[in-house]
């Protein structure tokens, strides 16, 4: 097969692989690190490329290693880089898709092993169909979510396809099974490919609608700018969720789609799907207002994660938000490093400096002051804002506390007195969600009230109560939203080192272990799977190495960060040697996020 050239000249037959792992049957684990290599199967190559140490360890990285015409991949599978990484995601799906019905039914051919030990947690729960110590017999691939992104699991090219798994060699305590490898590894894995990645024309169906989907909603996303939109939600769709702790949509007859006012509809035109309607929210201020328990903040979340394509069937797979858009909340306890949030914050007790202001652990007002400003240093064009995940001081200061503390008695200036020049003189939109606080009404460009689950135009409405109960509210600091310096990172501030190892661990979506640092990312909450996160800890470094030099901006850094990621591809993150499997990219905005919040960070402010 035509693999490339540099990884044919190693490759070996597969009945090698085959013949080293019975004569390694029985023998210390650490003989295992022989079948490291590459083996022809003839429809594929598998390559090994790391053997854990011992069964309990990290399982071994392989990599499948398939040309699109061994397949069935047509060329049109991946004809742009977009069609490719959808192509590449639906490929992993179906992989996943086939491990699962793997771990449902366990091959029941298995070869009687050396009394190996029941694990009794092994069976269904950890995709070990039999037995062994440790991950024996554990065969898994990094799982995308709801969303499509670019990641390592799988690499399409219009050449070749490869995809990258973790595998647990079997053994009886630290003993090696060989048999049981063998036939996992060389009759399993072939099965496994037969099942999922050798195509027939309804499954080359199925990729097309993913690639088509995936295409529509990069087309609406486009859409935006030239309707002076920075959001659409599709007639339709499904935004609830199952449950708080499933991203999967919701079913069953109490689920309300979406359906947009007359008077907020507009129609863009998708290149598969035709004209689709939908509601615009229009660039400005919005406000997303409605009783409790109505739909708000579902819809908000949603705003949120539209800057993400979404698959087929998600419900959000025609909700498409301005990819600049970053979600802001108020996050108590975070750190900030010399963040100018002057324009919210001034005459701290004590005299701190607002325009350059530090702390280890921001209040509630102060945090969601820095917040915003660092996502416009990063290049915001959208703000997403949650009552529910505010600073009500933050947010409001309304005419009787105005006139029971005085102005120069109160260091805020609450957001609702910087929305509009935001817009204005910055031309950053906001979507704020509001139950409580109608002095809003008085800033707002478009109103959608939500009442049941459907969007209402209220904004005529919301004109009318604002004129009749005039709220005699001042306008605090009129003045304009001063230029923003830019803050350059010193390099060894941002040190990945643990005594003289690197250590960087990701933890689901919400934390990395950074050197000594540990970076909570809790409140950052566009970071949907923990292969971005996992992207995050190795971005952080590899900026650290290559752009980081005490000079440069942080934004500028990180955009020749993401230039050269998506020129060379996530695979120059990969610890030396052999490419990993679980990265997946996330935004500029998240990976600025995650050196914001680094505690030991120090940057140099102005000019260089
Ligand atoms: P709010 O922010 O207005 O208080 P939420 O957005 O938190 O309301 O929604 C309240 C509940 O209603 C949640 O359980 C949410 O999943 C559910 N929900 C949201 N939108 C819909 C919908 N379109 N259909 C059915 N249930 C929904
Ligand atoms: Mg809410």
């Known amino acids: 097969m035509n693999i490339e050239s540099g990884a044919r000249a190693g490759v070996r037959p597969a009945r090698d692989l085959e013949k080293l792992l019975h004569e390694i049957d029985g023998r210390g684990y650490p003989a295992y690190k022989d079948v490291k290599g ?51 995601d639906w490929l992993v799906r179906r992989f996943a898709r086939a491990l699962d019905e793997r771990r449902r039914r366990p091959p029941v051919s298995m070869p009687a092993s050396s009394s190996p030990r029941p694990v009794s947690e092994g069976g269904a729960g950890n995709g070990r169909p039999w037995y062994g110590s440790g991950k024996s017999g554990l065969i898994d691939i990094d799982r995308p979510g709801q969303q499509i992104l670019p990641s390592t699991a799988a690499v399409v090219t219009p050449a070749r396809v490869e995809l990258r798994f973790v595998a647990g060699l079997p053994a009886a305590g630290r003993r090696i099974l060989g048999r049981q490898a063998a036939a996992m590894l060389a009759s399993e894995i072939p099965a496994l490919v037969n099942r999922s990645l050798v195509l027939g024309s309804r499954d080359l169906s199925d990729l097309e ?45 109490n689920v309300v789609p979406f359906t947009a006012p007359d008077s907020l509809a507009v129609t863009l035109d998708t290149p598969h799907g035709g004209p689709v309607r939908g509601l615009g929210i229009p660039a400005g201020v919005t406000l997303i207002v409605g009783g409790g328990y109505h739909g708000k903040s579902t819809l908000l979340r949603s705003l949120a994660l539209g800057i993400y394509n979404h698959v087929p069937g998600d419900g959000r797979e025609r909700v498409v938000t301005d990819p600049t858009a970053v979600k802001i909340r108020a996050e108590d ?42 996502a416009l240093e990063l290049g915001a064009r959208v703000l997403l804002i949650d ?30 007195d910087r929305v509009r020049s935001l817009w204005e003189d910055r031309g950053v939109s906001s979507v704020i969600v509001v139950g409580g606080a109608g002095d809003y009404l008085d800033v707002a460009d478009t109103v959608i009230h939500m009442d049941h689950y459907r969007p209402l135009d209220a904004t005529a409405a919301a004109r009318e109560v604002a004129a009749r109960f005039v709220t005699g509210r001042l306008q605090e600091d009129p003045q304009p939203f001063p230029v923003l310096l830019p803050r350059r990172p010193v390099p060894e501030s941002v040190d990945p080192r643990r005594g003289s190892r690197v250590k960087i661990k990701a933890r689901g979506v919400d934390e990395i272990a950074f050197g000594f640092e540990e970076i909570d990312l809790a409140a950052v909450e566009q970071i949907v799977h923990p292969g971005q996160t996992r992207a995050i800890g190795a971005m952080i470094q590899y900026l650290a190495e290559h752009y980081l030099d005490g000079r440069t901006p942080l934004r500028e850094a990180l ?50």
Request: charge should be neutral; aromatic fraction near 6%.
């Open 333 to 374: 306890g975070r750190r900030v490093e010399q963040v100018d949030i002057s324009p919210f914050i001034r005459n701290l007790p004590f005299g701190a400096d607002t325009r350059r202001f530090s702390t280890e652990e921001a209040s509630g007002s102060t945090s969601q002051a820095a917040n915003i400003v660092e």
């Open 209 to 253: 609608t993913h690639i088509f989907t995936v295409e529509d909603q990069e087309a609406l996303r486009a859409a935006l700018a030239a309707h002076r939109l920075i959001a659409f939600v599709a007639d339709g769709s499904i935004l609830p969720r199952e449950s708080g702790i499933s991203d999967r949509p919701r079913r069953g007859p």
């Open 387 to 416: 009552e529910d995940t505010s600073a009500t001081n933050f947010m409001i200061r309304d005419r009787r506390m105005q006139a029971l503390i005085s102005k120069d008695r109160e260091p805020i200036t609450p957001f609702i």
């Open 559 to 608: 955009e020749k960060l993401m230039a050269e990621i998506k020129e060379r591809g996530l695979d120059i993150l990969s610890p030396h040697g052999s490419p990993v499997g679980d990265l997946a990219l996330p935004r500029l905005f998240e990976v600025g996020a995650a050196i914001n919040r680094l505690r030991s960070l120090s940057v140099r402010v102005g000019p260089a």
């Open 38 to 88: 590459a083996y022809d199967f003839g429809r594929f190559v598998l390559v090994i490329d790391h053997v854990q140490g011992d069964p309990f360890a990290a399982p071994s990285r392989l990599r499948l290693l398939l040309t699109p015409s061994s397949m069935g991949l047509p060329p049109w599978a991946c004809s742009t880089d977009l069609r490719c990484i959808a192509t590449a």
